[in-house]
DNA sequence: GCACGGTTCCAACAAAAGTTAAGGACGCGG
DNA sequence: CCGCGTCCTTAACTTTTGTTGGAACCGTGC
């Protein structure tokens, strides 16, 4: 993959969430980046270590998670490409859960010497990355709520709504049918329930002919009461850099 | 309350979360803030409203939640003095979530414009709040893994041992007892559980001899069960600037 | 082609949590 | 001091979710 497309996934990705200037393009562009090939379910940075990059997503899918001692795993939040899931690392130098990948991923880092040098210099692209650790932010507080309140139908429509809107953000959204490259268990994970509810939760949802889970693929059956189970409100991803 | 002891309690959350030089104290120092009383159970903020100031918990507690389309409300974290809770509108302009007092409180305000200024001056006020939002963040994914992983009695406990520690932290642990200052239904709330379940996990923890709960204060009475219950890993706080 | 490991799928039973309903404690204002 | 509202408390019952265990499916490597 050549230099600029890895680069392009990140500008777009900035363009949409903050209003970005075309001179700090220009400076974000000449940042170096170190590519790397990652098979999948493999640990990028985990928990307890100390980082010293970040880590773009030029291609595939990630996910945080945090791993209770009694072997639980929670899955925080689900990445795809364009974004910096562990930009929080800058400043929160030891890392308080994983990163890793879903699918096989290409991930380019960037050193946290290179980003701190770069936004002293300019504080607006400064702002452009703290506004994107908001949104981060903003997303665990939505998936709280996800968790929280709603029950396990509602839960992982809405994680698919959220996941599709992002997907059609970064323009990756090609037919009727979109990727999330979970297993159940890992949808278990996700949603706060065992893999055998989450089998349970597809299922009903099938039946339903609501939305159709097929290796890795979502197929949404009526889109109406697709949305109306998720009641998903979009807000809280904060797509409008103006608002 | 005098001006001198409003800014106190900032500038010591600051001073524990990162490593803060003297200069820098007396640029934050020299911030405008206004301050104003609220009563118990108040809105500061609301979700979908767009803010012109941050907000600077001077005395009590205040809580951020989320309430559905269905009125269902999920309680995101609880806030003490010295904290920002609504630090993220500063580049989040419309709130996606709502910010109020659980007790009366003393709150300053701090204008978007004055902070914003403030740190395109200095870099290292910048990354000194950045990495406050950071914290609140890591709590956030802390919080996920609460309400998504754990059983009920250990989600108690959990936020329980968590607000007992921060409050260690701004040095107001008086006792072997503190303060929480929630009604079962908010418990409720923060947990994920309905109110009736809430209160037959707080009897449960009373019984066995683990922590007593009345009117809003927390009495632990086998602190190793206690601990051994919440598994509170305490590396999410990020307390240590260093690291 | 076949054995293998990882998924998916499913059913029966157990445990946790939600719902509804109702009585009691407590503090506040008249 | 009484009445009222809020919170706490509890019980009985229902629903959701977890647990266990097993069968079917599917791609991969031999």
Not at 52 to 78: E, H, P, W
Not at 143 to 162: S, T
Not at 166 to 172: Q, T
Request: proline share 5%; hydrophobic share 40%.
């Amino acid at each position: 993959m050549p230099s600029d497309a890895i680069r392009a996934a990140l500008i777009e990705r900035l363009r949409v969430s903050s209003a970005i200037a075309e001179e700090d393009i220009r400076e974000v562009e000449a940042l170096p980046i170190s590519v790397r090939q990652f098979p999948a379910e493999t640990a990028v940075v985990r928990d307890g270590e100390r980082a010293t990059d970040c880590c773009l997503i030029v291609d595939g899918f990630c996910a945080r998670s945090k791993t209770l001692a009694n072997g639980k795993r929670q899955i925080l939040s689900l990445h795809i490409p364009g974004e910096i899931p562990d930009l929080m690392s800058l400043f929160l130098h030891v890392m308080d859960h994983d990163l890793s990948t879903l699918t096989p991923a290409t991930l380019g880092f960037i050193s946290h010497e290179a980003l701190q040098k770069l936004h002293r210099r300019s504080p607006r692209v400064a702002e452009m990355f703290w506004r994107d650790t908001l949104i981060d932010s903003a997303m665990f507080r939505e998936w709280i709520v996800n968790v929280g309140q709603r029950p396990a139908p509602a839960r992982l429509a809405h994680v698919m709504i959220e996941l599709r809107e992002r997907l059609r953000m970064i323009g990756r959204l090609d037919s009727d049918s979109f990727e999330m490259p979970l297993t159940q268990e890992q949808i278990g994970e996700a949603l706060g329930i065992t893999a055998v509810h989450a089998n349970r939760v597809i299922r009903q949802l099938r039946q339903e002919g609501i939305v159709e889970l097929n290796r890795g693929r979502v197929t949404v059956l009526d889109e109406r009461k697709f949305q109306e189970l998720a009641d998903f409100e979009p807000r809280y991803l904060h797509q409008s850099p103006t608002l």
